[in-house]
């Protein structure tokens, strides 16, 4: 099992190495995204259970490239948005993409993410670098990125945090303690580059140390959510 606490850098690569191995074989990135996020929760635990109470992963999307429910929820004049492929946690509802409510796709225009959507923006602005005005302009995340491709997210105190602004529906009732992600580039379809961001909310403290040990997972994940049979198909029909 691993954790927050004791976990090494070498011990969440090898973890890393071993879901890679694991979905080579899933046909698509949303399944591959799905079984990341439940490895992940089902193998952080302690003795008293699962110390994440949800894990999810979410990827740059063109229109053309979402599912036709997803298509139905925005329009071909939003270039791309950040799409809901993968997700796991404590609640039943929580373990399937089509039963979140409001957070199955996050639009990039810029003054939307600047506003409204907190964790994207410090994410992708502040961690990896991206600039949003270029990205909605280009669609091209090796254009608008300053300091490369990668970058990690980690809110120590999940409590009050601006950053995290479900406190009273979410942070509070489920005692999330810290959150902690990381995101990277990955091949898209159409000879297209995309991206895709992970974030964990934790149940267990994490300090910056262990948040460093567990951006290991980021380049060998990003790998096995690169790795699906059908690279131009994004989800699961």
């Known amino acids: 099992m691993l954790n927050f606490r004791q976990t090494t850098s070498a011990e969440f690569g090898s973890f890393a190495q071993q879901v890679v191995a694991e979905v080579s074989d899933y046909g698509t990135h949303e399944t591959a995204s799905q079984h990341l996020t439940e490895r992940i929760y089902t193998s952080f635990a302690d003795e008293d259970g699962p110390i994440l109470s949800l894990v999810r992963v979410y990827r740059l999307c063109t229109f053309d490239e979402l599912s036709p429910e997803l298509q139905e929820l925005t329009s071909e004049g939003m270039p791309h948005v950040m799409a809901l492929t993968g997700t796991y946690g404590e609640e039943e509802a929580w373990c399937d993409r089509h039963q979140s409510q409001g957070h199955k796709l996050i639009p ?39 300091t490369g491709i990668s970058g990690l997210f980690h809110i120590p ?81």
């Not at 923006?121 to 670098?129: I, N, R």
């Not at 406190?167 to 990381?182: D, L, R, T």
């Not at 934790?202 to 049979?229: T, V, W, Y």
Request: charged content about 20%; proline content about 7%.
């Open 108 to 146: 990039m225009e810029p003054a939307i993410v600047h506003s409204q959507i907190p964790m994207f923006e410090k994410m992708l602005v502040e961690s990896m670098g991206v600039n949003l005005e270029v990205l909605y302009e280009t669609l091209d995340p090796v254009t608008a990125t300053r």
């Open 157 to 237: 105190t999940a409590l009050g945090s601006p950053v995290i602004p479900a406190q009273e529906g979410f942070v509070e009732p489920y005692g999330i303690a810290s959150v902690v992600g990381f995101g990277g580039l990955m091949a898209g379809t159409a000879g297209r580059h995309a991206m895709y961001v992970l974030y964990a909310f934790s149940k267990q403290p994490i300090d910056d140390q262990a948040a460093h040990n567990f951006q290991e997972m980021q380049s060998r994940l990003g790998a096995a959510l690169d790795n699906a049979r059908e690279p131009e198909q994004v989800f699961a029909r």
